[in-house]
């Protein structure tokens, strides 16, 4: 039975954190007006703060540019320097075993990064892991979905996202409407709005993944599936692990 993962979801127009490296926040600092320095100041504050309260599962543009060698534009570093979370809600997502993620729909040659790119991307093997552990591959040989949508069209949206690491217990034996109920149940125990809760989409769960690994060298879902939210062309939920 695929198993789920969920993701705490918010529209990323509404963000908070800047998503810059340090040098190009450097350089703001250097070469913006008065104004726009004190903003930049602020800003590489509020970064700071995410990462240390997140550590290792704060995925930005470090680990973006880690595994998939994307380096943001000033255009998409305005346009990603907030996240919809207060600080009261990041705390929790910690809590609860989240990461917080930065997605990009391109690659570095400003192609969309879809799952096929991605496929593409690492042909060769593994490039990101540590030399004595590195994987033999990183996907599997499958054709079936060579020409859905989801793997050939879909990219992720430029922004922010929260991410559950792990599928939530007990759910592994259960149908997909059964574990709604699940997920629903999860979110009122945690005080949490069960609208701002969704299953990711195939291609959320590869770039999630890879930044994880690509960041940290560890790799998440291990043996499990995440039953996404989205249909092949057989009508079948699509899972990814």
Do not use: C
């Not at 529209?11 to 703001?28: G, N």
């Not at 391109?106 to 093997?125: A, C, V, W």
């Not at 149940?185 to 769960?205: G, L, M, S, Y």
Request: no cysteine.
């Amino acid at each position: 039975m695929p198993i789920p993962a969920y993701e705490l979801y918010r529209p990323y127009e509404e963000d908070k954190f800047k998503t810059s490296t340090q040098k190009k926040v450097a350089q703001a600092l250097g070469e913006a007006e008065n104004g726009r320095a004190k903003e930049a100041r602020e800003i590489l504050v509020e970064l700071e703060e995410a990462r240390e309260l997140f550590g290792k599962d704060f995925l930005g543009p470090e680990a973006l540019q880690k595994t998939f060698q994307v380096e943001l534009t000033p255009e998409e570093l305005d346009a990603i320097k907030h996240i919809p979370f207060s600080r009261e809600e990041l705390e929790q997502a910690k809590e609860l075993g989240m990461m917080l993620v930065l997605r990009s729909g391109r690659d570095k040659d400003k192609n969309p990064l879809t799952i096929s790119r991605i496929r593409e991307l690492f042909k060769d093997g593994d490039t990101l892991g540590d030399p004595q552990r590195k994987k033999n591959k990183i996907f599997l040989y499958q054709t079936w979905y060579d020409n859905e949508d989801f793997a050939t069209k879909a990219t992720a949206t430029l922004g922010w996202g929260l991410v559950k690491k792990e599928v939530l217990p007990d759910s592994t034996p259960k149908t997909w409407e059964q574990q709604q109920e699940l997920l629903k149940k999860w979110a009122e125990d945690n005080n949490i709005d069960p609208a701002t809760i969704r299953r990711r989409t195939p291609i959320e769960v590869v770039y999630d993944t890879m930044l994880y690994y690509g960041g940290n060298q560890e790799s998440l879902l291990g043996n499990h599936y995440d039953w996404t939210g989205v249909e092949s062309s057989r009508r079948y939920p699509v899972y990814v692990g």
